[in-house]
């Protein structure tokens, strides 16, 4: 399969940890990379790797992968983490990208 | 500082064409793979197409094939997307981004700030 599946929709409370996760068969293969997407805004990598942060993502953000799932965690969620998130990897042929559908983080 | 900037976006008849444009500035062009993403109204978002570092491979989505061409001009760090036989399905923010391929961990590292495609009558 070429597909990579999330939750559409998760919530945290401030200051709580939240789990995004992310399904598919590439992600035996290879490592998910997730993405922060606000209303109106380009994308912004968040996790790549094993679990590696860009310069100026804040440690509260971490990843990890587990068979054919891989998880983005927040860990003490701020309101500034409200925002839609995307996982995606090569798929299965190596050749193409494929996204997850996204999820909508809500922090109440 | 690494920048991505798209353009060419704009509102054209179904069955129509339009070429999306990407200047690259500040990393050098010519040692990276490039892809276009796409996000439709409302949607996720879509990879494209991707294209390797001298433009002798490409990759595209199966509802784009044969009617996309992703194309690049390392001397002039650009990339490019002509899109033909437009549909209202295409219509999206197309963002171009700079790919990472090292092994087992791929992503995109920088991305543009997008340009609309509306395709309608």
């Known amino acids: 399969s070429s597909e990579l599946t999330q939750d559409p929709a998760v919530s945290v409370a401030l200051g709580q940890t939240v789990r995004i996760t992310c399904q598919g068969d590439s992600l035996r293969s290879y490592y998910a990379s997730w993405y922060q997407q606000k209303p109106g805004q380009a994308p912004v990598l968040v996790i790549y790797g094993k679990n590696n942060r860009p310069s100026g993502i804040p440690d509260r953000f971490s990843g990890s992968s587990s068979g054919n799932t891989a998880s983005l965690t927040i860990t003490g969620s701020q309101a500034e983490d409200a925002a839609d998130y995307y996982c995606?990897?090569?798929?299965?042929?190596?050749?193409?990208?494929?996204f997850g559908g996204g999820t909508k983080l809500t922090v109440l | 500082e690494v920048q991505l900037v798209e353009s060419g976006g704009g509102l054209v008849q179904p069955g129509g064409s339009l070429r999306l444009s990407c200047a690259a500035s500040g990393f050098t062009f010519i040692n990276y793979w490039m892809s276009w993403v796409r996000q439709a109204p409302g949607k996720g978002l879509e990879w494209v197409a991707n294209?390797?570092?001298?433009?002798?491979?490409?990759y595209y989505v199966d509802s784009v094939k044969g009617r996309f061409t992703i194309s690049r001009d390392n001397a002039k760090n650009s990339l490019w997307l002509q899109m033909n036989s437009l549909r209202g399905e295409d219509t999206a923010v197309y963002y171009c981004a700079r790919d990472r391929i090292l092994g087992a961990t791929t992503f995109q590292d920088y991305w543009g700030q997008g340009t609309l495609v509306t395709v309608s009558s």
């Open positions: 995606n990897s090569r798929d299965s042929s190596g050749n193409h990208w494929v």
């Open positions: 294209i390797n570092q001298v433009g002798s491979e490409e």
